[in-house]
């Protein structure tokens, strides 16, 4: 499914630019839906630009972009990473399939998310962070000591 000869990839000298122009358009969205996202991977991912990795760096992306738009992240597991795959080539003639893949991503990731808002609802409201500083000869020179408050 994911044979590298099956791929369809950008003629090398076109790499550069087409990257700059996904890189470029996409960065000048001021609202950036999972759609938007999941077209900038699949765009990313057919452009090729690096060797290898395309598509871990274009989920790691997507990560950080739903993070950045307050939209839920996921993770691919390998139970559907091979279904994730063939959604990924048929996004630009069927979008409900990786949609859907992601969706159910999403809702495995929510649970993470609520174990992450039960411990942080469990920390104190602030606290103190107390570092002795050792200079280069591995000496103690001082000690610091922080207060640190909740956002």
């Not at 000048?28 to 991912?45: C, G, H, N, Y």
């Not at 274009?58 to 795959?85: Q, S, T, W």
Request: glycine share 6%; charged share 25%.
């Amino acid at each position: 499914m994911k044979d590298n000869k099956q791929r369809r990839n950008t003629i090398a000298h076109k790499v550069s630019a087409l990257a700059r122009e996904l890189s470029a358009t996409y960065t000048a969205m001021q609202e950036k839906t999972l759609d938007e996202m999941i077209a900038f991977s699949v765009r990313f991912e057919s452009i090729h630009p690096l060797q290898e990795g395309n598509g871990r760096i274009g989920r790691l992306i997507m990560f950080k972009e739903c993070l950045g738009n307050g939209i839920v992240p996921f993770i691919m597991d390998d139970a559907v990473k091979m279904f994730y795959y063939c959604c990924l080539q048929e996004w630009n003639s069927e979008k409900g399939c990786l949609r859907d893949t992601i969706f159910a991503a999403q809702d495995g990731f929510k649970k993470y998310l609520t174990i992450s808002e039960l411990i942080i609802d469990r920390l104190p409201v602030s606290y103190w962070v107390s570092q002795t500083i050792i200079n280069e000869s591995g000496k103690s020179t001082g000690f610091v000591k922080l207060k640190v408050e909740a956002c």
